[in-house]
């Protein structure tokens, strides 16, 4: 059978359709690229904007449409709105997430065992959704009950997956190629708070570095006030990319104890400058709304004040977007559409500018690439667009194909969309050793590559 995986929305999301990958070919069925030629396609879906919503169903029309005969709906939006999923065309089974952990063997109707025993390597998926970088799930979940969020209701309470599953999916993918692991989960900080015997993320983390060889590990968005000083020394080791990602939501105190934050910006001001302390050059990314229920002009310029003085590398906008079933869809006070638009335009261009300032600072510097494209040019040279360990976007051209390489490049300008570089020499880190040979220019006064 040929299988055809899409989603929609979070990198948890993206890791959940690559382990249906992984146990679709063990159970020995093909991935396609495209739903055109699949016998079954699998739509993880989201719902924790409107948007991300209505991009689930346009997925799922789009494989109707292309002709796919069996179409199975999971995820956020199918596990809410499951009789609109039942609905739509081509759908024959919608897979809640409680129990989208088996959906292959429930599919397939075999004993999970036939699909979950010892799999293969990690390959990319084919199609949209190939991704050098391997997505792994360590939690799934949420307790914290922010009045934002639909997902806590999607997704339910919070779990942690066991140490030797996480590595387990760490070293197929290591073994595939993988040279950048990311860890995902709903509320990741919680790791391990939910075990018999509780255990904390950075014993997770130091497990991960000193049970496998994978060459980078990215740590996705943490909750602030899931983190103290002691977590930054595990930036020690220079395996672990320089990004962190701490969600703020608002840089306002009032809107965030409407929110149900549990951090202040004083509070969440002193653990960044306790992080940026302790790992040179990190990159600080947040996630903002704008438009929050009873935010009003003053609150928006206070939280807009916040952002602007933390010098962020980088962030997401989300326009207020009001989920049925969460506590601020009840709330007084909801901002009009056309001011939450505005607001977030106005915040959007504080993160631009932000972003360009952070960037300049490596012009002439030397940062460690993974290149994640690479599209032939007329010239038989390669256009090269990759992600350094501190999430600088950087583009560069070179005469081999470097995709899915570690290589360092040496920053020379910058255009709208990132940076660009000369290419230094490719870094072997590989389980084969097939990459070249490992001469990273770290030795350099000029480098800030790990």
Not at 310 to 335: D, E, I, K, L
Request: proline letters at 5%; glycine letters at 8%; one cysteine or more.
């Amino acid at each position: 059978m040929k299988v055809y995986l899409d989603t929609v929305g979070c990198r948890l999301n993206q890791s959940e359709i690559e382990t249906y990958a992984r146990e679709f070919r063990a159970a020995g069925h093909s991935i396609v690229a495209v739903p055109a030629e699949a016998d079954l396609t699998v739509v993880n879906t989201c719902t924790v904007t409107v948007a991300a919503a209505a991009d689930s169903r346009k997925k799922i029309r789009r494989a109707a449409r292309a002709g796919c005969g069996k179409i199975i709906a999971t995820g956020c939006w199918a596990t809410l709105e499951a009789s609109a999923a039942q609905s739509l065309p081509g759908v024959s089974q919608v897979i809640p997430n409680l129990e989208k952990e088996r959906l292959v063997p429930k599919i397939l109707q075999v004993d999970p065992e036939m699909v979950g025993g010892k799999l293969s390597p990690r390959k990319p998926i084919p199609g949209p959704r190939s991704r050098t970088r391997a997505f792994i799930k360590a939690q799934d979940g949420c307790d914290n009950g922010c009045t934002f969020c639909i997902t806590t209701v999607a997704r339910g309470a919070g779990r942690s997956r066991a140490v030797v599953d996480v590595l387990a999916d760490i070293r197929a993918a290591h073994d595939g190629g993988v040279q950048e692991a990311v860890l995902t989960g709903v509320h990741l900080g919680s790791w391990g708070q939910d075990f018999n015997s509780p255990q904390s993320l950075r014993d997770l983390i130091e497990n991960i570095l000193s049970a496998t060889k994978i060459s980078r590990l990215r740590i996705s968005s943490l909750e602030p006030w899931d983190l103290d000083a002691e977590f930054f020394s595990l930036w020690e080791d220079e395996r672990l990319a320089r990004q962190l990602h701490l969600p703020l939501q608002s840089g306002c105190s009032a809107t965030l104890r409407r929110m149900a934050r549990k951090t202040s910006p004083d509070e969440y001001a002193n653990l960044v400058g306790i992080a940026r302390s302790a790992i040179p050059d990190v990159a600080i990314t947040t996630d903002v709304i704008a438009g929050f229920p009873g935010e009003s002009e003053v609150e928006f310029e206070e939280s807009l004040a916040f952002v602007r003085g933390m010098n962020f590398a980088g962030g997401h906008v989300f326009t207020y977007s009001a989920r049925p079933g969460t506590a601020a869809a009840r709330m007084s006070g909801q901002v009009p559409h056309p001011i939450r638009k505005s607001r977030n335009a106005k915040m959007r261009a504080v993160f631009a500018s932000a972003a360009k300032a952070y960037q300049s600072r490596f012009l002439g510097q030397c940062v460690s690439v993974l290149w994640e494209s690479a599209t032939e040019l007329d010239s038989g040279d390669w256009a090269l667009k990759g992600l350094s360990d501190n999430y600088l976007r950087v583009t560069a051209q070179s005469p081999e194909r470097l995709w899915n390489r570690i290589t360092d490049v040496v920053i020379s300008g910058m255009r709208e969309h990132g940076l660009f570089g000369e290419v230094q020499n490719a870094i072997d880190r590989t389980p084969s050793g097939m990459l070249g040979e490992n001469r990273c220019c770290f030795a350099k006064p000029t480098c800030i590559g790990w």
